[in-house]
């Protein structure tokens, strides 16, 4: 099965890409900041310089790798459910679900190996400029030299190839324990079905956030500073939470708007009846808009709340707190990056696997434009439904936190930070959507179909 899995990538390179460049940015990313650590263990650092660094390491690596774990896992799973039909052939031939899920593992363990090789040489121009940020702010001290090691590599060819085989495995494992019959229609219909494992897990994600929110505001009022401590995992954890209950969301929204969508035009109704057979498709697309705005919004206005309470208490920052305000500014900062990334690589493989389905439409009489509004409808739905869910997932950080420092349930800090992230959340799913799509129609509807 691996000769397999060699060939059938030389043949499918085209749907591997957006997992490829997830693998390439997550494992750059975990070794620049794993760099962080051959730096700071090198002879002759500061005890403050090797504080900062470890724990830029440390924290910031430790998200990150959760942040890949994910990105891998949703555009591998995009993968998997588009070649539904192939598994469901394969298993009508005679293949065992152990011979397909080694097939699809050897692929995505190949894929895995590759990116971390291509990612150590810009990892170690990051890792640099991550040097040369802390050493900008005073974080590190001037003429600490830039080390990229063991710890770097060790830690981001080993995290990346773990992290994708793990994701490979959870991805494969239910669509290969299915019968061959039921694979079939689980192509037919898009496979928009969600497991009851993953609803669990999301669920105690869920659990897990607001455990720590009411930890928050209560064990940790009056602690100043440390409050972050359980105020910053929060939002993370309900982010991946909601992110995971992602196809049942859709599925409800899509079914309380459904009958005014179905009124709105040819567009809107044929969005509507998308969204009900792919829910489990376009939850892979609503997974980055959710970690997006609920990391992005609950870091950041955690980091104004605590600006606000130490300029009010007249304290002067300390070195300590300047240091957690760098990390979270960088927390944010690989976030946006790293949640565009990941949108763009799921709608563009997703609105590329739809080439025959737009082709289908445009022969059936649909013009170009009512395509693109279809999307365009699409795009509204995952925009808000993704804006919505990490609001949501932002306060469960937001609020404890102000109750801890302030008193106050709501924090007294403008509303221009959350705007700029919803703007930026809109303009990369609306944006890359809508590209994509036309990129996807302007083949010939006949020669898409054929192909």
Same mark, same amino acid.
């Given at each position: 099965? /691996?000769?397999? #899995?060699?060939?059938?990538?030389?043949?499918?390179?085209?749907?591997?890409?957006?997992?490829?460049?997830?693998?390439?940015?997550?494992?750059?990313?975990?070794?620049? /900041?794993?760099?962080?650590?051959?730096?700071?263990?090198?002879?002759? *650092?500061? #005890?403050?310089?090797?504080?900062?660094?470890?724990?830029?390491?440390?924290?910031?690596g430790g998200w990150g790798l959760i942040m890949v774990a994910f990105s891998?896992?949703?555009?591998?799973?995009?993968?998997?459910?588009?070649?539904?039909?192939?598994?469901?052939?394969?298993?009508?031939?005679?293949?065992?679900?152990?011979?397909?899920?080694?097939?699809?593992?050897?692929?995505?363990?190949?894929?895995?190996?590759?990116?971390?090789?291509?990612?150590?040489?810009?990892?170690?121009?990051?890792?640099?400029?991550?040097?040369?940020?802390?050493? &900008?702010?005073?974080?590190?001290?001037?003429?600490?030299?830039?080390?990229?090691?063991? $710890?770097?590599?060790?830690?981001?060819?080993?995290?990346?190839? *773990?992290?994708?085989?793990?994701?490979?495995?959870?991805?494969?494992?239910? &669509?290969?324990?299915?019968?061959?019959?039921?694979?079939?229609?689980?192509?037919?219909?898009?496979?928009?079905?969600?497991?009851?494992?993953?609803?669990?897990?999301?669920?105690? /994600?869920?659990?897990?956030?607001?455990?720590?929110?009411?930890?928050?505001?209560?064990?940790?009022?009056?602690?100043?500073?440390?409050?972050m401590q359980t105020a910053g995992q929060t939002s993370i954890w309900t982010?991946?939470? /909601?992110?995971?209950?992602?196809?049942?969301?859709?599925?409800?929204?899509?079914?309380?708007?459904?009958?005014?969508?179905?009124?709105?035009?040819?567009?809107?109704?044929?969005?509507?009846?998308?969204?009900?057979?792919?829910?489990?498709? +376009?939850? &892979?697309?609503?997974?980055?808009?959710?970690?997006?705005?609920?990391?992005?919004?609950?870091?950041? $206005?955690?980091?104004?709340?605590?600006?606000?309470?130490?300029?009010?208490?007249?304290?002067?920052?300390?070195? %300590?707190?300047?240091?957690?305000?760098? +990390?979270?500014?960088?927390?944010?900062?690989?976030?946006?990056?790293?949640?565009?990334?990941?949108?763009?690589?799921?709608?563009?493989?997703?609105?590329?696997?739809?080439?025959?389905?737009?082709?289908?439409?445009?022969?059936?009489?649909?013009?170009?434009?009512?395509?693109?509004?279809?999307? #365009?409808?699409?795009?509204?739905?995952?925009?808000?439904?993704?804006?919505?869910?990490?609001?949501?997932?932002?306060?469960?950080?937001?609020?404890? $936190?102000?109750?801890?420092?302030?008193?106050?349930?709501?924090? %007294?800090?403008?509303?221009?930070?959350?705007?700029?992230?919803?703007?930026?959340?809109? *303009?990369?799913?609306?944006?890359?959507?809508?590209?994509?799509?036309?990129?996807?129609?302007?083949t010939p509807a006949v020669e898409a179909v054929t192909r």
């Open positions: 099965m /691996f000769g397999l #899995a060699l060939r059938s990538l030389r043949h499918r390179a085209g749907g591997f890409l957006a997992t490829f460049v997830s693998m390439v940015f997550g494992a750059a990313m975990v070794m620049a /900041f794993a760099s962080l650590l051959d730096t700071g263990m090198a002879a002759g *650092v500061p #005890a403050a310089s090797r504080k900062s660094l470890v724990l830029m390491a440390v924290v910031v891998v896992t949703s555009t591998l799973t995009l993968v998997v459910r588009q070649r539904a039909s192939e598994l469901a052939l394969l298993k009508n031939v005679g293949a065992t679900p152990m011979q397909i899920g080694r097939m699809i593992v050897g692929e995505t363990s190949v894929v895995a190996l590759v990116a971390g090789l291509v990612a150590i040489p810009p990892a170690a121009l990051a890792g640099r400029g991550l040097l040369s940020l802390l050493t &900008s702010t005073g974080r590190v001290a001037d003429g600490v030299g830039y080390a990229f090691g063991s $710890y770097a590599l060790g830690i981001g060819l080993g995290v990346t190839f *773990v992290a994708a085989t793990a994701a490979a495995v959870i991805t494969v494992r239910g &669509s290969v324990r299915s019968r061959a019959a039921e694979a079939a229609r689980s192509a037919a219909s898009g496979g928009g079905r969600m497991s009851r494992k993953r609803a669990v897990a999301g669920v105690a /994600f869920l659990l897990l956030g607001a455990g720590l929110a009411v930890t928050t505001a209560t064990a940790m009022r009056g602690k100043g500073i440390d409050a982010s991946i939470g /909601f992110a995971l209950l992602g196809p049942a969301l859709v599925g409800r929204v899509t079914a309380a708007f459904a009958r005014p969508l179905e009124k709105a035009g040819v567009p809107a109704y044929l969005t509507v009846n998308h969204v009900r057979h792919r829910s489990g498709q +376009l939850a &892979s697309a609503l997974m980055p808009v959710i970690l997006f705005t609920g990391i992005a919004t609950g870091t950041l $206005y955690m980091q104004w709340i605590e600006n606000a309470a130490t300029t009010a208490s007249g304290v002067v920052s300390t070195a %300590d707190q300047k240091t957690t305000e760098t +990390l979270n500014f960088t927390v944010i900062g690989m976030l946006v990056v790293f949640s565009a990334i990941m949108l763009i690589n799921t709608l563009v493989a997703a609105m590329t696997y739809r080439r025959g389905e737009f082709a289908r439409q445009r022969l059936v009489g649909l013009t170009p434009p009512q395509v693109l509004k279809a999307v #365009a409808v699409e795009g509204v739905i995952l925009t808000v439904l993704g804006v919505a869910s990490g609001t949501v997932a932002g306060l469960f950080t937001i609020v404890p $936190y102000s109750i801890a420092r302030t008193g106050r349930a709501l924090p %007294d800090v403008g509303a221009g930070s959350y705007l700029g992230v919803v703007v930026i959340a809109a *303009v990369l799913t609306l944006g890359t959507g809508l590209t994509a799509a036309r990129r996807a129609i302007r």
